[in-house]
C-alpha cells in the first residue's frame, strides 16, 4: 500500500475542491452577503491548507494498487463531504454541523434529501451551492480529476472502475483519462442543453443552471419549496425529458453519437428501463382514474404520473405533485422503483436494471435446475451470458442492499418513528433518491430525525453511493494487512 501517493492524490482531489467553493462567490457580489461569502472562503481556505498538508506528506512516486484505489475514492468521498458542509455552518445557512454534513452527503451523493424547511430564504450563493455538489458528484468527483489530471498513470483505470455506478465500468478509449474526458463531456453537454431549453421557456439563468446542475446528475435539490411545481408544464415535461436522458448509460450516448453504431438501441437495459417506466406510468394513470377523490384530468393524471415515475425511477427527487396523497398502489409502485434505480453507468442511484435482470436470469436458472439438475443453463441477459463471477458480484450487492435496508429501518424506527416513514427514508437515502412517504414525503424533509438518526442515514447514502464493496473493504483486516 502507498500511503504517501494516496496523500498526493488526495491532496489534488481537495485543491479541485478548494476551488470549486470559490465559485459560488459570483452569487455574492449582487447584492453582497458577507456570512455567504465568509463561508465559501473558510471553506476554500480549509480546503487548500489541508491539501498542502497531504502533498508535502506525500509524493507523486510509485505505482498506485488496488487497495490504493479503494482508499483514494472512499477518501475522495469521505473529505468532500466534510469540506462540503463547512460553507453551510461558517454561513450561518445551516447551524448545526451534524445537519451540514446531511446536507453536503446529500447533494455530492445526489440524493436530494434535504433539512431545510424553507429553502426560499437561503442565499442564493448557498443554494447555487447545493445543486453544484450535486453536478460534481453526479459524474463523479474521481472522473473529473481523472479528466482533468494527467499523472495518476495506470491507477486511473482503477479509480473509474471503483468509481463509475454499474457492475461494470464500460473502457471507452484505450487511455482511461479519454474515457473520463468523454464521459465529462456527454455531462456537459446535456447540462448545457437542458439550460438553454429552461431559459428559452421562461426560466431565469440562475433557476436554469441550478436546475440542470440537480437534473442531470439526477440529484433533485430544488432552489423552491414547491420543487418542479413552481415552473410550468413545458419546463415540467422537459424536466422528465432530461431526467429520464440522464438514467441512460452514458457509454450508449457514446456508441451513437461517435461511432454511429445502432445497435446500442438495442441494448437489453435500455429497454427494459423503458418498458418499466411505460408499464409504471400506465398502471399509475388507471389507479388515479379509478380513485373518487382525484381532480386530476387524464392528461393532467399521465403528466404528473410520467414526472414523478421518472423522477423516482431515476432517483432524482423531483417532485411536481404529493404523490403521497395518491391512492395506495401507486404510491408502493414509486417505492419499488426506488428499489430498482435506472441503469448502469448514469448518475442515478439504485441496484440499477442489469442488475435486477441479472438477478431474476439467475433466480431462473435455479428454477429450472429444481427439475433439471443435471442441466448446464447459462445466465442470460439480452444475447449475452453473464460471467458467474458477475453473478456473484450482483447477488452479493442485492443482498448487502436489503440487509442495510432493513437495519437502517430498524434503527430510525427507534426515535419514536413510524414505520412507514423509517422504511422509505431507509431506502430514499441508500438508494440516493431523496423523498420517500410519510413524514418523508415529497412535500416534507428530514428535519425532525436525532442527530444520530441522521448520521444513521447519512451511512446509508454514502453505502448506496459507493455500492458498499469499496466501504466494507475497510473493515476487513486483512484490508490493512501488507
Not at 104 to 115: E, L, R
Not at 130 to 154: C, K, Y
Not at 257 to 267: G, I, K, M, S, T
Amino acid at each position: 500500500m502507498n500511503v504517501r501517493r494516496v496523500l498526493w492524490i488526495l491532496g489534488l482531489v481537495l485543491y479541485v475542491l478548494a476551488a470549486a467553493q470559490l465559485v459560488p462567490l459570483l452569487w455574492c457580489l449582487f447584492p453582497f452577503d458577507p456570512r455567504a461569502a465568509r463561508g465559501f472562503l473558510v471553506g476554500a481556505a480549509t480546503s487548500a491548507l489541508l491539501a498542502t498538508a497531504f502533498r508535502w506528506r506525500g509524493t507523486r512516486q510509485g505505482e498506485l494498487y488496488r487497495r490504493d484505489g479503494v482508499l483514494i475514492v472512499v477518501g475522495t468521498w469521505l473529505f468532500a463531504s466534510l469540506i462540503g458542509a463547512i460553507p453551510y455552518v461558517a454561513s450561518g445557512a445551516i447551524p448545526n454541523p451534524i445537519d451540514a454534513l446531511f446536507e453536503s452527503v446529500s447533494g455530492f451523493t445526489t440524493t436530494g434529501a434535504s433539512i431545510l424547511t424553507d429553502v426560499e430564504v437561503v442565499p442564493r450563493a448557498v443554494l447555487f451551492w447545493r445543486g453544484f455538489t450535486q453536478w460534481l458528484g453526479g459524474v463523479g468527483l474521481v472522473v473529473i480529476f481523472v479528466a482533468l489530471l494527467s499523472e495518476l498513470g495506470p491507477g486511473a483505470r482503477m479509480l473509474i472502475q471503483l468509481e463509475v455506478p454499474g457492475p461494470k465500468a464500460e473502457i471507452l478509449h484505450a487511455r482511461v483519462q479519454q474515457t473520463a474526458i468523454a464521459l465529462f463531456r456527454i455531462y456537459l453537454a446535456l447540462t448545457v442543453a437542458q439550460t438553454v431549453v429552461m431559459i428559452v421557456l421562461g426560466a431565469s439563468p440562475f433557476d436554469a443552471l441550478v436546475h440542470a446542475f440537480t437534473t442531470i446528475s439526477t440529484g433533485g435539490f430544488s432552489s423552491y419549496n414547491a420543487s418542479l411545481g413552481h415552473f410550468s408544464g413545458p419546463i415540467q415535461l422537459v424536466v422528465t425529458l432530461f431526467m429520464l436522458a440522464s438514467g441512460l448509460n452514458f457509454s450508449l450516448y457514446y456508441i451513437l453519437l461517435r461511432r454511429r453504431d445502432l445497435r446500442a438501441l438495442r441494448d437489453p437495459e435500455l429497454r427494459a428501463y423503458l418498458a418499466i417506466v411505460a408499464g409504471v406510468v400506465a398502471l399509475i394513470v388507471v389507479d388515479l382514474a379509478f380513485e373518487a377523490t382525484n381532480e386530476l384530468s387524464l392528461l393532467a393524471s399521465v403528466h404528473h404520473a410520467a414526472f414523478s415515475v421518472a423522477s423516482v425511477m431515476t432517483t432524482t427527487g423531483f417532485m411536481t405533485v404529493d404523490f403521497d396523497r395518491w391512492p395506495g398502489t401507486s404510491r408502493w409502485l414509486l417505492v419499488a422503483l426506488m428499489f430498482v434505480g435506472a441503469c448502469a453507468g448514469s448518475t442515478a442511484g439504485g441496484i440499477k436494471v442489469i442488475r435486477v435482470l441479472v438477478a431474476w436470469a439467475a433466480a431462473m436458472r435455479e428454477v429450472r435446475l429444481t427439475f433439471s439438475p443435471n442441466s448446464v443453463v447459462a445466465v442470460m441477459v439480452g444475447a449475452k451470458p453473464v460471467a458467474e463471477e458477475s453473478i456473484r458480484a450482483v447477488m452479493a450487492l442485492v443482498g448487502l442492499w436489503f440487509l442495510a435496508w432493513i437495519g437502517g429501518t430498524v434503527l430510525l424506527t427507534l426515535g419514536d418513528v413510524d414505520i412507514v416513514t423509517a422504511s422509505t427514508a431507509a431506502i430514499s437515502t441508500l438508494s440516493n433518491v431523496g423523498p420517500g412517504l410519510g413524514r418523508v414525503g415529497p412535500a416534507a424533509n428530514y428535519a425532525f430525525f436525532s442527530d444520530a438518526q441522521t448520521l444513521v442515514m447519512v451511512l446509508l447514502m454514502w453505502l448506496g453511493r459507493l455500492e458498499f464493496f469499496a466501504v466494507l473493504a475497510l473493515f476487513d483486516p486483512r484490508f490493512w494487512r501488507r
